[in-house]
């Protein structure tokens, strides 16, 4: 069992910056394939950005340019840096974690808001 643990999340003005970060318990953080996820409401889940085990990356078009992910195997923790967020930026943001084996976890979510 893996839990993760978002934080970062809150209401900015279109333009600014915001850092979403994930713990993940246990101890085969390093062989996994991370990635933030959002869903805004009334509308599917997306994926935003995934960075593998080896640290490449990969990133929605809506977000390319704006937004990094990446890692601290150390610390057991993925972040999400956006920048010019948007108003459509706005949605709950979530953590998952992909094991070696294909297991899966997702965290709780955490909220942002784009508004003026």
């Known amino acids: 069992q893996v839990q993760l643990v978002e934080s970062g999340g809150g209401l900015v003005q279109p333009g600014d910056s915001l850092r979403l970060s994930c713990v993940a318990s246990g101890s085969i953080f390093s062989r996994s394939v991370m990635s933030w996820h959002r869903q805004a409401p009334g509308k599917q889940r997306e994926l935003a950005a995934v960075?593998?085990?080896?640290?490449?990356?990969n990133y929605a078009d809506s977000v390319k340019g704006r937004f990094t992910i990446f890692r601290d195997n150390a610390k057991n923790t993925v972040n999400l840096q956006m920048n010019s967020l948007k108003p459509e930026d706005t949605a709950v943001y979530y953590c998952?974690?992909?094991?070696?084996?294909?297991?899966?976890?997702w965290g709780q979510g955490t909220q942002v808001t784009v508004s003026a």
């Open positions: 960075i593998t085990s080896s640290g490449l990356t």
């Open positions: 998952k974690f992909l094991g070696p084996t294909g297991t899966s976890y």
